[in-house]
């Protein structure tokens, strides 16, 4: 199960436009694998540790049973998705693709 | 323009798995415009101002120069796209697509 981990870490860290990973623990935020620097993982595991906070409990406020799955995040200069399983959540950070929406 | 505008939402709304659309004013959260009942567009309008209040202030802790272009949250039961603009929001909703994540 670990290599398979570090397998697919390797593929998305080869993929085009890649920028960088990490996983945070959800239980604090704190960044507990990642291939970018220290100071760039506590930030990234900030910023996201806080928005899918606030995202479970906004979705919830809708409907209790539902719950995030998924969050991509474009902005000027970076596109962030986020992954939340029950205890990590990985956090892939890229430049952005293509158009601005993919509708 | 206006006529532009409409067009616009007209594709939206018949477009495969969407659920409804509102407009809400960034000042306020308060939808504008909505194909939605009252209730509906008012919690979709409170999350989003809510999201994009939260996304924005993490991203520019990150960097004072970045912005929030986009915002894709995928629950277990939905899909939220979020493109803010100046003054307004558009917020689509719409059933899940595909698998859970385009990487």
Redesign the interface.
């Known amino acids: 199960m670990a290599a398979q981990i570090e397998e697919t870490l390797k593929r998305?860290q080869t993929?085009d436009g890649v920028i960088g990973f990490v996983i945070v623990s959800n239980a604090d935020g704190i960044p507990i694998k990642s291939n970018m620097d220290d100071a760039m993982s506590v930030?990234?595991a900030?910023?996201v540790h806080?928005?899918t906070a606030?995202?479970q409990v906004?979705?919830q406020?809708?409907?209790p049973?539902?719950?995030?799955?998924?969050?991509?995040?474009?902005?000027?200069?970076?596109e962030i998705?986020v992954?939340p399983d029950k205890h990590y959540t990985m956090v892939?950070i890229q430049k952005p693709t293509g158009s601005?929406?993919?509708?």
């Open positions: 998305i993929s930030r990234y900030g910023l806080q928005l606030t995202s906004e979705i406020k809708d409907d049973n539902d719950k995030l799955t998924y969050l991509r995040l474009r902005t000027k200069h970076n998705l992954i892939v601005r929406s993919p509708m």
